[in-house]
């Protein structure tokens, strides 16, 4: 379309790194940009519309992911006590060495509808699976960017929202504020602080009520501790402050 919002509907959409499977298979996708803007000489991106995608991630048993499209800068891995000080962050970075600049990256609205996602890690056999996926995804100019998501896991239904301070500087290696809320079959979880994701860290408040957490974590395909009866099998509530550092060190205190 030309008018009133220039954009493309494509079908048949398949993106997939070279000699990888793909980690995104849709029916459909849309774009459109602002007209106004573009009249201007600039590129503002409104709508980006998925229509039921096959979001396909894989974890190679050599570490290989799927879904990376350039082959990452080799760093040396921070000691554990550095890592843990830049994840306590004062608003630097969390370690990340990636190069790409996600400056001015905004989105109107992003959408999924009707979507699946898998998720395989071939070295350790974790696998768990989310269908009926329906996420928007908001980046204002100058603001917050926030998303929202509604999934089903093993037909349980699972809500997620999350507000990033700047999410084009937390995908560049920063930490910056960071809320998440998620709720699933019974448990809830959230977390208020500061997080980066390349690499991921995150300091700040957790505060969690898990039901059956054995069985939560069989679902999502992750390793199964076997709690005795009265400390935390049948349910299992968790609050204080939360550090995950760049080297995967995890740090619960103040609960």
Request: negative net charge; glycine residues 12%; aromatic residues 6%.
């Amino acid at each position: 379309t030309l008018w009133p919002e220039p954009g493309v509907t494509l079908n048949g959409v398949t993106l997939a790194a070279p000699g990888k499977l793909p980690v995104l298979e849709a029916e459909s996708l849309t774009v459109g940009v602002d007209a106004e803007a573009l009249w201007g000489g600039a590129v503002r991106v409104r709508k980006v519309a998925f229509e039921a995608p096959l979001i396909r991630l894989v974890r190679g048993a050599d570490g290989q992911v799927n879904w990376a499209f350039a082959p990452r800068a080799a760093t040396q891995a921070p000691a554990p006590e550095e890592a843990e000080d830049t994840a306590k962050v004062d608003g630097g970075s969390a370690g990340g060495s990636g190069t790409t600049s996600f400056d001015g990256l905004t989105l109107d609205e992003g959408t999924i509808r009707n979507g699946r996602v898998t998720f395989a890690d071939e070295a350790t056999g974790q696998a768990w699976q989310a269908d009926d996926l329906n996420l928007t995804l908001r980046l204002p100019v100058g603001g917050a960017g926030d998303v929202t998501a509604a999934f089903t896991v093993d037909g349980a239904p699972v809500g997620v929202t999350m507000t990033v301070e700047d999410l084009a500087k937390a995908l560049e290696g920063a930490v910056v504020p960071v809320d998440f809320k998620a709720e699933y079959d019974g448990s809830r979880a959230a977390f208020a602080g500061r997080a980066g994701f390349a690499p991921v860290a995150a300091d700040g408040a957790l505060d969690a009520a898990l039901s059956a957490p054995g069985a939560l974590a069989r679902r999502f395909g992750a390793p199964v501790a076997d709690l005795p009866e009265g400390m935390g099998r049948d349910r299992l509530e968790v609050a204080g402050q939360l550090t995950w550092t760049p080297s995967r060190s995890l740090h619960l205190r103040e609960g």
